[in-house]
């Protein structure tokens, strides 16, 4: 299979499994360590399925908090920079409950092939952090939410 193909599918078993809110899913997608960059330059790092499934159970939380029912992600373009290597350039469009549009922002990620299969193994979600801060909420500095 050729490695767009590959990254396009991993894309949208990403977005499907985020959909599902099937975490172990999107864990098994991802190379550990994850690295986000957020920002343009503040790095976190996820080093294992547990750390990215609570990482993501936070983020369901923020986008409860803030009406978003569900998330779209559209490859805008893959560009293969290695024969065993490709970026995914995404635009995300977070909607509500009645299907109109809260946020957006593009996301991109460096995807690799490995021996376990093709891996998201780094995100650049500066974007994102900009959106959901303009919600009232910087989604990467928030370590929990409160329902209170």
Known sequence: ???????????????????????????????FPFEVIVKGRK???????AQMMARLETFRAIHKKLGIAAISREVVK?????ADEALAFTLDTARNAEGEV?????TSFYVK???QGVKLVKADSTD????????????????SVSFS
């Open 113 to 115: 092939r490995t021996p």
């Open 43 to 49: 790095k976190h790092y996820y080093q294992n399925q």
């Open 128 to 143: 994102q952090n900009r959106a959901m801060t303009e919600l009232g909420f910087p989604l990467y500095e928030a370590k």
């Open 78 to 82: 893959v560009h293969q920079t290695h």
């Open 1 to 31: 299979m050729e490695l767009e193909t590959e990254v396009l599918k991993i894309i949208a078993d990403y977005e499907a499994a985020i959909f599902s809110k099937d975490n172990a899913v999107i864990a098994n997608l991802m190379s």
């Open 102 to 106: 809260v946020t957006s922002w593009r």
